[in-house]
C-alpha cells in the first residue's frame, strides 16, 4: 500500500490544490473525518470548516464552504463552493465579517418565523466562514 494519496481540491472558480498527502482531514456532515491512504472508499458532504492536510512534516490548513468528498483507493476529490489557500485570506476583511454576523446575530432569535430564520442562518453561516478563516490564518502563521 502507497504511503501517499492523492488529493484535488476543486472549487467553482477551478482547481486549488492538486498533490499527493499522506493525511487529510474534514468537517463531514456528521463529524470530522480522518483520510489516510487505503481508506474505504466513501461520498459524504462536507459542511462549513477546516480542511487539514498533511505531508511529511508539512501541515496546511484551509478553510472550506460547504460541498463533498469522493474517496476512491486512489484518490481523494474534494469539491466545494469555496477554499482559500493561506496567502489567499484577507484577515481584516474575515474579522470585519465576524463583526458583521455576530452583529446580525445578536439582533436575531433563530426561532422559525419566515424572512427573520432566514437572515439568522445566513449570518450563521457567515460567521462559521469568518471563524474559519481567522482560524486558517492563525493555524497557517500569519
Given at each position: 500500500?502507497?504511503?501517499?494519496i492523492?488529493?484535488?481540491?476543486?472549487?467553482?472558480?477551478?482547481?486549488k490544490y492538486?498533490?499527493?498527502?499522506?493525511?487529510?482531514?474534514?468537517?463531514a456532515?456528521?463529524?470530522?473525518?480522518g483520510?489516510?491512504p487505503?481508506?474505504t472508499?466513501l461520498v459524504?458532504?462536507?459542511?462549513?470548516?477546516l480542511?487539514?492536510?498533511?505531508?511529511?512534516?508539512?501541515?496546511?490548513?484551509?478553510?472550506?464552504?460547504?460541498?463533498?468528498?469522493e474517496v476512491?483507493?486512489g484518490?481523494?476529490?474534494?469539491?466545494?463552493?469555496?477554499?482559500?489557500?493561506?496567502e489567499?485570506?484577507?484577515?481584516?476583511?474575515?474579522?470585519?465579517?465576524?463583526?458583521?454576523?455576530?452583529?446580525?446575530?445578536?439582533?436575531?432569535?433563530?426561532?422559525?418565523?419566515?424572512?427573520?430564520?432566514?437572515d439568522?442562518?445566513?449570518?450563521?453561516?457567515a460567521?462559521?466562514r469568518?471563524?474559519?478563516?481567522?482560524?486558517?490564518?492563525?493555524?497557517?502563521?500569519?
Amino acid at each position: 500500500m502507497s504511503s501517499t494519496i492523492k488529493l484535488e481540491i476543486v472549487t467553482p472558480a477551478g482547481k486549488k490544490y492538486s498533490g499527493e498527502i499522506e493525511y487529510l482531514r474534514v468537517p463531514a456532515m456528521d463529524g470530522e473525518i480522518g483520510i489516510l491512504p487505503g481508506h474505504t472508499p466513501l461520498v459524504t458532504g462536507l459542511k462549513i470548516g477546516l480542511l487539514e492536510i498533511k505531508k511529511g512534516t508539512e501541515r496546511l490548513v484551509i478553510p472550506i464552504s460547504e460541498g463533498f468528498i469522493e474517496v476512491t483507493p486512489g484518490n481523494i476529490n474534494v469539491v466545494v463552493r469555496t477554499a482559500e489557500l493561506p496567502e489567499e485570506i484577507d484577515v481584516e476583511r474575515a474579522r470585519r465579517a465576524k463583526e458583521r454576523a455576530e452583529k446580525r446575530l445578536n439582533g436575531l432569535n433563530g426561532e422559525e418565523v419566515g424572512l427573520e430564520y432566514i437572515d439568522y442562518v445566513r449570518a450563521r453561516a457567515a460567521l462559521e466562514r469568518a471563524l474559519a478563516r481567522l482560524k486558517a490564518a492563525e493555524t497557517n502563521g500569519r
